[in-house]
């Protein structure tokens, strides 16, 4: 029964009615315990890729203890820009030359999980002060609050944990079902669902910058306490869903599904749409950077999901502009394209 409940949340794409279970909860809480390390956060040596904003994708690669990377987004905390691709964005990464995507991606060294308009951080943050684990939240500045119509605002908020050690060589492979682990665990111990579109390893996250006139967002800062044993909990979910506990590393789920990433990406560009003229070189540009340095496809390849793209739009662009927003994605997006056509 228990593993039917699991198997449940992890295959929905929303909170379950009843979610969280008081079952999975409980299990939820007894493989939390079993994934708190022995490891300080303090003198653990973490890793991240920071870059200037959305579409700059040269990043600089940090090296430097927990706390460092909490004054990180104290700094950003301070910074107020127009536009909310201009906020700094970080990974707790590592990556071939610096360029993100997926195939690039070398070791991990934290977990971030977000909370999309279900649930309030106070339940879980009291569950990790109470188990002693190290800890990073963020939240938006309406979070919770009356809207503009007299509704509730979106809840939104952001918690970063360090990890015991880096996931890195084979267990890079399994990233994506510790991940599902680790939301379902953390989300039943709080009450409250993460994001499961957040999974891929070079996944990039906003910092802490406030946007136009709206008030900084809140954060805690980096919590003292001991690094969190990702493997622990995949462990745990393994056993729970009767998987084969693996001898070393991390166990791969039997429900695991890579897909064919050239249909992932004709997908992605389905759900992007078309283009209106002034906007087509920066939608093109979107999708060639998330066909090549998320999806990992190459060139030719996305170019080709590109063309058919492109001809779906009322007034397509030139080929060579496709090229050239292309060409500009694999360079690391370095130039934002923002010319109408």
């Known amino acids: 029964m228990l593993a039917d409940l699991y198997h449940a949340a992890a295959k929905a794409t929303a909170p379950p009615p009843d979610w969280p279970a008081q079952e999975l909860a409980k299990w939820a809480s007894a493989a939390l315990a079993t994934a708190v390390s022995t490891n300080e ?3 653990t040596e973490l890793q991240w890729t920071r870059w ?5 994708l040269n990043g600089s690669l940090h090296e430097a203890p927990w706390d460092c990377l909490g004054w990180w987004f ?4 301070a910074q107020r820009v127009a536009d909310k691709r201009d906020v700094p964005v970080w990974s707790p990464g590592r990556f071939e030359g610096n360029r993100r995507s997926d195939r690039a991606t070398l070791a991990l ?3 971030v999980l977000d909370c999309d308009d ?3 951080w106070t339940a879980l943050l009291t569950a990790l002060n109470g188990a002693g684990l190290a800890y990073l939240a963020h939240r938006s500045p309406s979070h919770g609050l009356p809207s503009k119509d007299g509704g509730r605002a979106a809840v939104k908020w952001r918690l970063v944990l360090p990890l015991a050690r880096p996931v890195v060589g084979p267990d890079l492979a399994h990233w994506r079902d510790a991940y599902r682990a680790a939301r379902l665990v953390f989300g039943a111990v709080g009450g409250c669902w993460f994001d499961h579109t957040t999974h891929n390893a070079s996944r990039m996250w906003f910092a802490t910058a406030a946007v136009g006139d709206t008030p900084a967002r809140e ?3 980096p919590i003292a306490g001991h690094t969190l044993g990702l493997g622990n909990l995949l462990h745990a979910a393994s056993q729970l869903a009767r998987v084969q506990r693996p001898s070393a590393g991390f166990a791969p789920s039997a429900s695991r599904r890579a897909g064919d990433p050239t249909e992932r990406g004709r997908r992605y560009l389905a759900k992007m749409g078309s283009a209106a003229v002034g906007e087509r ?3 093109a540009f979107r999708g060639a950077a998330w066909l090549v340095n998320d999806l990992g496809l190459a060139p030719s390849e996305a170019l080709a999901l590109l063309v058919d793209w492109n001809a779906a739009n009322a007034d397509p662009l030139p ?3 496709l090229q050239a927003c292309l060409a500009s994605a694999c360079r690391g997006g370095t130039h934002r394209p923002t010319t109408a056509v």
């Open 41 to 43: 956060a303090a003198w």
């Open 52 to 56: 200037p904003n959305l579409y700059d």
């Open 74 to 77: 104290v700094e950003t905390q």
């Open 109 to 111: 060294y934290a977990l």
């Open 118 to 120: 279900y649930g309030d």
């Open 219 to 221: 954060l805690v800062y």
């Open 281 to 283: 070189n920066a939608t």
């Open 319 to 321: 080929e060579r502009e």
